[in-house]
Nanobody, 122 residues
Framework: QVQLVESGGGLVQPGGSLRLSCAASGSIFSIYAMGWYRQAPGKQRELVASITGAGSTNYADSVQGRFTISRDNAKNTVYLQMNSLKPEDTAVYYC????????????????WGQGTQVTVSS
C-alpha cells in the first residue's frame, strides 16, 4: 500500500514563494518518477513538473524558470519550490508518483495525493 501526503500549500502574495512537499509512505523500494500536477476550477489538470530518480526534470512552459522540482530518494519525498508566484498559479496541486516498486517486488503504475491548495492573491 502506498500513501502520498502533501503539504506546504497556502495563501501567498504575487511575487512570493512557496514550497510544496510530498512524502510517499509504504513498503517502497523505489519510485521511478515523481511529479506535481495542478488543477484550477473549471480547468483540466495539467503537469507542472516531474523528476525521475536519476534527476531528469521536465517543466511546463508556464512555470519554467520560476519553479524548481527536486526529490530526496532516501525519504521518498518530492519538493516543488515555487518562486515569483502569479495569480495564474492558483490551483489545487497534486502530487503524483509513477512506477512504484515495493519490497515484495510489486510495481504500481500511478498514485495521486489528495491535493493541496495554493492561492496567489493580494
Amino acid at each position: 500500500q502506498v500513501q502520498l501526503v502533501e503539504s506546504g500549500g497556502g495563501l501567498v502574495q504575487p511575487g512570493g514563494s512557496l514550497r510544496l512537499s510530498c512524502a510517499a509512505s509504504g513498503s517502497i523500494f523505489s519510485i521511478y518518477a515523481m511529479g506535481w500536477y495542478r488543477q484550477a476550477p473549471g480547468k483540466q489538470r495539467e503537469l507542472v513538473a516531474s523528476i525521475t530518480g536519476a534527476g531528469s526534470t521536465n517543466y511546463a512552459d508556464s512555470v519554467q524558470g520560476r519553479f524548481t522540482i527536486s526529490r530526496d530518494n532516501a525519504k521518498n519525498t518530492v519538493y516543488l519550490q515555487m518562486n515569483s508566484l502569479k495569480p495564474e498559479d492558483t490551483a489545487v496541486y497534486y502530487c503524483n508518483v509513477d512506477n512504484v516498486r515495493t519490497y515484495d517486488n510489486r510495481w504500481y503504475s500511478r498514485y495521486w495525493g489528495q491535493g493541496t491548495q495554493v492561492t496567489v492573491s493580494s
